[in-house]
């Protein structure tokens, strides 16, 4: 990568949690990276504060100004491309992108899913596992691409199914896991070690390995 530090926009909907854990590790020295905007579609969004309480850049970008989504999409990438970013994070950005906008980004623009895809793709996810019986859960960084949940994946972390867990204790491990993964991913990216290759995930060139999208605190 020509630059010294990654030029990150990070899209958000709501509180930022995920975004938080990154301008943490940020802060830690332990990406090397920066997070150059913050972009909203709710003007409410508890994350924008996060963002202006160290000195990030804002904005809001709504979509009940437009009426079809590839309009707000268009406007959204305008936006984002004032920036100039190296990489777009999705952060708990609740809107369902067009093919138009993931194309325009594709291979740097990468998102977090509360599953252990290719399960459980879309909503409520902590619900569905344990209506499944599934034996684990987790989260899962992947590169976004044009099909919802289903981009190649970067990076996982797990957690065990107990017999007592419910749906909100599900929720909190499972957050704790992606405040760990989503950085972790962001910081290979930053040095310039992911890439995309149609489908596939390159770490350093080549297909990374399944033991290496396997979160184990490196």
């Given at each position: 990568?020509?630059?010294?530090?990654?030029?990150?926009?990070?899209?958000?909907?709501?509180?930022?949690?995920?975004?938080?854990?990154?301008?943490?590790?940020?802060?830690?020295?332990?990406?090397?990276?920066?997070?150059?905007?913050?972009?909203?579609?709710?003007?409410?969004?508890?994350?924008?504060?996060?963002?202006?309480?160290?000195?990030?850049?804002?904005?809001?970008?709504?979509?009940?100004?437009?009426?079809?989504?590839?309009?707000?999409?268009?406007?959204?990438?305008?936006?984002?491309?004032?920036?100039?970013?190296?990489?777009?994070?999705?952060?708990?950005?609740?809107?369902?992108?067009?093919?138009?906008?993931?194309?325009?980004?594709?291979?740097?623009?990468?998102?977090?899913?509360?599953?252990?895809?290719?399960?459980?793709?879309?909503?409520?996810?902590?619900?569905?596992?344990?209506?499944?019986?599934d034996r684990e859960?987790?989260?899962?960084?992947?590169?976004?691409?044009?099909?919802?949940d289903s981009g190649?994946?970067?990076?996982?972390?797990?957690?065990?199914?107990?017999?007592?867990?419910?749906?909100?204790?599900?929720?909190?491990?499972?957050?704790?896991?992606?405040?760990?993964?989503?950085?972790?991913?962001?910081?290979?990216?930053?040095?310039?070690?992911?890439?995309?290759?149609?489908?596939?995930?390159?770490?350093?060139?080549?297909?990374?390995?399944?033991?290496?999208?396997?979160?184990?605190?490196?």
């Amino acid at each position: 990568m020509a630059r010294d530090r990654c030029r990150i926009v990070v899209l958000i909907s709501g509180n930022g949690s995920n975004l938080q854990a990154i301008i943490d590790a940020i802060a830690a020295q332990q990406i090397a990276a920066e997070v150059v905007a913050v972009i909203s579609n709710k003007a409410d969004a508890y994350g924008l504060q996060r963002a202006q309480t160290v000195g990030i850049a804002t904005r809001v970008v709504s979509n009940t100004d437009y009426q079809a989504r590839e309009k707000y999409d268009l406007a959204l990438m305008a936006c984002i491309d004032e920036f100039n970013p190296d990489l777009i994070v999705l952060a708990g950005f609740m809107r369902i992108l067009s093919n138009g906008f993931v194309e325009h980004y594709r291979g740097r623009l990468i998102n977090i899913h509360p599953s252990l895809l290719p399960r459980h793709k879309g909503l409520h996810t902590h619900r569905r596992v344990l209506e499944a019986g599934d034996r684990e859960h987790g989260a899962t960084v992947h590169f976004v691409t044009p099909e919802l949940d289903s981009g190649p994946v970067i990076l996982q972390g797990k957690t065990p199914i107990h017999p007592a867990d419910t749906e909100q204790g599900l929720a909190q491990r499972v957050h704790e896991i992606e405040h760990q993964i989503y950085p972790q991913a962001i910081k290979w990216f930053a040095a310039g070690h992911l890439s995309l290759a149609g489908h596939t995930v390159l770490f350093d060139q080549q297909p990374i390995k399944p033991e290496q999208q396997l979160y184990s605190g490196r």
